[in-house]
């Protein structure tokens, strides 16, 4: 079984920083793309960072210049550095992972638990 659990949510003013991380457990081979997404109450999942095993990153267009996305291959761990923090960035963020079980297995994608960020103005 695979297990990746987040931390590093919590409540922060408008202008501050958190960073998340996301740490990968269990029966795993290799990992490739490794991302962020989040949910806003009343609102459907969205995208905001994606990074690939060589470290190429994609990036939602609300976040670009304030949120970096980085991996540590070693440690089968994603963070998300979110600086300059918006009330509108209010959400549960869920990591997600390709990872490989087994040699013969195709890749499958697992999900956190989610983490809740708030920011108030």
């Known amino acids: 079984q695979v297990q990746l659990v987040e931390s590093g949510g919590g409540l922060v003013q408008a202008g501050g920083s958190l960073r998340l991380s996301c740490a990968a457990s269990?029966?795993?081979?290799?990992?490739?793309?490794m991302g962020w997404y989040r949910q806003a109450p009343g609102k459907q999942r969205e995208l905001v960072a994606t990074i690939t095993t060589g470290g190429s990153t994609n990036y939602a267009d609300s976040v670009k210049g304030r949120f970096t996305i980085s991996r540590d291959n070693a440690k089968n761990t994603v963070y998300l550095q979110m600086n300059s923090l918006r009330p509108e960035d209010t959400a549960v963020y869920y990591c997600?992972?390709?990872?490989?079980?087994?040699?013969?297995?195709?890749?499958?994608?697992?999900w956190g638990q989610g983490t809740q960020v708030t920011t108030s103005s």
């Open positions: 269990g029966s795993i081979i290799r990992i490739n793309n």
């Open positions: 997600n992972a390709e990872v490989k079980r087994r040699v013969w297995e195709v890749f499958t994608l697992y």
